[in-house]
């Protein structure tokens, strides 16, 4: 069963605390995005990465950090100088840069 | 700020009625994708234009993209409560890198049976 899977659906977490949200995709895409949603706002770009061991910074990159050690992965790290981490987070991915991108379930992040 | 915005944010439409959402953008798009989130779920890719002028048509559904590629529409008849969703044009300017896609806020669907 392809697609992307994200874990875990909600996290709570403490101010001041790291959190790492993990996104893993079986598409064999090279294109991997993670996007910011909330209420009224859309979607924002945070990082993008097109190929393993490369990533770019969104229009929102602050307070966020990514790796892509392996092509199938992209785990997002919420550190504590994000001012308002609160949101739902969807990772996605596509086979190249400008094409369909595949979203994954997300993860509703509260912190307290 | 948003360089791609969305109206109407609310749309409610009665069972039946057709209705049209705009997507405008401040700059010219290489190419312009629509998707639909449905309450409590993610946005799942319903079209990608990228002629200028171009017209594409699913169903009940009909995209069209602007002869100047800075504005798109989504036109929607016979409006059924599955429509019901969040619809959201997503940009790829030309003067910004692969992959760096705009969305824009989305236009809210709720259909009256």
């Known amino acids: 069963d392809g697609g992307i899977t994200q874990s875990p659906k909600y996290l709570f977490r403490k101010e001041g605390q790291n959190v790492t949200l993990s996104c893993e995709q079986n598409l064999n895409h090279d294109a991997m995005y993670w996007y910011r949603q909330d209420p009224g706002q859309g979607l924002r770009l945070i990082y993008y990465s097109q190929i393993v061991n490369d990533f770019q910074k969104g229009d929102i990159a602050e307070g966020y950090s990514v790796s892509r050690e392996k092509k199938e992965s992209f785990p997002l790290t919420v550190t504590s100088a994000q001012k308002n981490p609160t949101a739902f987070y969807l990772c996605a991915s596509s086979e190249q840069g400008v094409g369909e991108q595949y979203f994954g379930p997300g993860t509703r992040l509260t912190v307290t | 700020g948003q360089q791609v915005m969305q109206i109407p944010q609310y749309q409610h439409v009665q069972e039946g009625e057709d209705f049209t959402t705009y997507c405008n953008s401040s700059?010219?798009?290489?190419?312009i994708q629509w998707y639909k989130q449905r309450p409590g779920g993610h946005p799942v890719f319903l079209i990608q234009l990228v002629k200028s002028g171009e017209v594409k048509k699913q169903k009940r559904l009909t995209f069209q993209f602007g002869e100047a590629k800075k504005n798109s529409s989504l036109h929607i008849t016979a409006t059924q409560t599955t429509d019901v969703g969040t619809y959201f044009c997503?940009?790829?300017?030309?003067?910004?890198?692969?992959?760096?896609?705009?969305f824009g806020a989305g236009t809210q669907v709720v259909v009256t049976p």
């Open positions: 700059t010219t798009l290489s190419n």
């Open positions: 997503a940009g790829l300017m030309t003067t910004d890198s692969w992959g760096k896609f705009q």
